[in-house]
T-cell receptor, first 115, second 113 residues
Framework: ETGVTQSPTHLIKTRGQQVTLRCSSQ?????VSWYQQALGQGPQFIFQ???????GRGNFPPRFSGLQFPNYSSELNVNALELDDSALYLC??????????????FGAGSRLTVL | SQKIEQNSEALNIQEGKTATLTCNYT??????LQWYRQDPGRGPVFLLL?????KEKRKERLKVTFDTTLKQSLFHITASQPADSATYLC????????????FGSGTQLTVLP
């Protein structure tokens, strides 16, 4: 059983640029969630995708967008990067619907630095 | 607005002792509460889940309690080991369709040999 893999692991961008982060779900999972984790903080929910559609969104502006593909992999796109976008971006997969809580399997994250 | 607070400072304990981490929440009625462990440079790893109608859950050396009246969860690690050193995150979710997790900021635990 493969876990969640993310790429790239680290990247550096400049303000105003655009970035695409990629994620492969754990085998057997059909839902992908993206979280942003600033240094010293807990992960903050960006959005979740199920059946290739956005299924819930946190308090993030529209320049944060995503895709889910038929094989359940996913992309996170961020346009017009700002300095505050510097963070660890975590992808997590899960199975929905499930018997109860949304237990997440996280990837190791993509560390984005915006200069 | 919803607020989740964990131990505000890092927690240092001696090997073999019991570590107790707290998670308090306000303006929230969670259906589920989860605890995750996060090591530096890694993603969180799921440890335990407890439902709103459960008082206590155990898994090996781990125990979690959930008091919906006090709006608090306690996470215990008994017979702690240096390998338990990590940041521990509590996360709450409702029973809605998205069931997104809302995380606390975490408690950094160091177990001293």
């Amino acid at each position: 059983e493969t876990g969640v893999t993310q790429s790239p692991t680290h990247l550096i961008k400049t303000r105003g640029q655009q970035v695409t982060l990629r994620c492969s779900s754990q085998s057997g999972h059909n839902t992908v969630s993206w979280y942003q984790q600033a240094l010293g903080q807990g992960p903050q929910f960006i959005f979740q995708y199920y059946r290739e559609e956005e299924n819930g969104r946190g308090n993030f502006p529209p320049r944060f967008s995503g895709l889910q593909f038929p094989n359940y992999s996913s992309e996170l796109n961020v346009n017009a990067l700002e300095l505050d976008d510097s963070a660890l971006y975590l992808c997590a997969s899960s199975l929905y619907p499930s018997s109860g809580a949304n237990v997440l399997t996280f990837g190791a994250g993509s560390r984005l630095t915006v200069l | 607005s919803q607020k989740i607070e964990q131990n505000s400072e890092a927690l240092n304990i001696q090997e073999g002792k019991t570590a107790t981490l707290t998670c308090n929440y306000t303006n929230y009625s969670p259906a589920y509460l989860q605890w995750y462990r996060q090591d530096p440079g890694r993603g969180p790893v799921f440890l335990l889940l407890i439902r709103e109608n459960e008082k206590e859950k155990r898994k090996e050396r781990l125990k979690v309690t959930f008091d919906t009246t006090l709006k608090q969860s306690l996470f215990h690690i008994t017979a702690s080991q240096p390998a338990d050193s990590a940041t521990y995150l509590c996360a709450l979710s409702t029973s809605g369709s998205a069931r997104q997790l809302t995380f606390g900021s975490g408690t950094q635990l160091t177990v001293l040999p």
